[in-house]
């Protein structure tokens, strides 16, 4: 059984900082790429950073200049750091992995279970 577990949600001024974590456990082979999704209530949800496994990145331009996502391939982790945070950030994150598991080496899309961010203007 593989699981992404998810933390650091939580309440935030705007203009301030949090930092998502979301480790991925179990029989594991590799891990491809990692990603954040958001989705806020009556939306759908919306990529909002993603990273390959060589550290290569990609943003929503709604985040680009003040979010940063980064993992640690060793720990099978990755972080989402939010600052100068925004009431219109407001939404439940999730985390997406591409998984090799082992000792299969079949490819699943993972998703966790969800932290839920919330920026108050």
């Known amino acids: 059984q593989v699981q992404l577990v998810e933390s650091g949600g939580g309440l935030v001024q705007a203009g301030g900082s949090l930092r998502l974590s979301c480790a991925a456990s179990?029989?594991?082979?590799?891990?491809?790429?990692m990603a954040w999704y958001r989705q806020a209530p009556g939306k759908q949800r919306e990529l909002v950073a993603s990273?390959?496994?060589?550290?290569?990145?990609n943003y929503a331009d709604s985040v680009k200049g003040r979010f940063t996502i980064s993992r640690d391939n060793a720990k099978n982790t990755v972080f989402l750091q939010m600052n100068s945070a925004k009431p219109e950030d407001t939404a439940v994150y999730y985390c997406?992995?591409?998984?090799?598991?082992?000792?299969?080496?079949?490819?699943?899309?993972?998703w966790g279970q969800g932290t839920q961010v919330t920026v108050s203007s």
């Open positions: 179990g029989s594991i082979f590799n891990i491809n790429s």
């Open positions: 990273i390959t496994s060589g550290g290569s990145t």
């Open positions: 997406n992995a591409d998984v090799i598991r082992a000792p299969t080496f079949f490819l699943y899309a993972l």
